[in-house]
């Protein structure tokens, strides 16, 4: 039998030592997701602007300007 993780009530840490000894951590795998991304789509040939979210928000509704 798996034993279950239990939820903890503080954030969880990275385990890169790498990502650790970066002065913002959430920065870095940011930006390492940013270019992981940008490497893949652009092997896809994939339309990178054309899919991009204005302001990286993704609900039509919410990025419309109001009326």
């Not at 795998?29 to 899919?51: E, I, M, T």
């Amino acid at each position: 039998m798996r034993r279950r993780r239990q939820p903890t009530s503080r954030p969880s840490r990275s385990t890169c030592p790498t990502t650790r000894a970066e002065p913002d951590p959430r920065a870095a795998v940011l930006a390492f997701y940013d270019s992981a991304y940008r490497a893949g789509a652009g092997r896809a040939n994939w339309d990178v602007a054309g899919l991009a979210c204005p302001g990286g928000i993704t609900d039509q509704h919410l990025a419309a300007p109001p009326a």
